[in-house]
């Protein structure tokens, strides 16, 4: 596995253990929020933040921006996130 992959996998772990993001947490976002944050994070990768704003799903206090790579590694983990969360969605339950 890279290290790419492993950091990404290594934020979505401290999402769910740090944060509280488990899956009951982010099963209640059905309106995109989670891809939302992941395309803010992405797309503030290249360019400044005030021009993704409109994206951005939650409070300001909650969007943390640190360096380009950081944030594409939040947004792979967010990505995981709403994967996870559609896959949920369509697995029947027993």
């Known amino acids: 596995m890279s290290k790419a992959v492993d950091d990404i996998l290594t934020e979505r772990q401290r999402q769910v253990t740090v944060e509280g ?9 059905c309106l ?27 409070s300001a206090h ?14 792979g983990a967010l990505i995981i996130a709403e994967i996870e969360r559609l896959d949920r969605l369509s697995d029947p339950k027993p």
């Open 21 to 29: 993001f488990d899956q009951s947490h982010d099963d209640g976002y």
């Open 32 to 58: 995109g929020e989670l891809a939302r944050a992941a395309t803010f994070y992405a797309g503030i990768s290249e360019r400044r933040p005030n021009n993704f704003a409109n994206i951005w799903p939650w």
């Open 62 to 75: 909650c969007c943390k921006p640190t360096n380009k790579r950081q944030n594409l590694v939040k947004a």
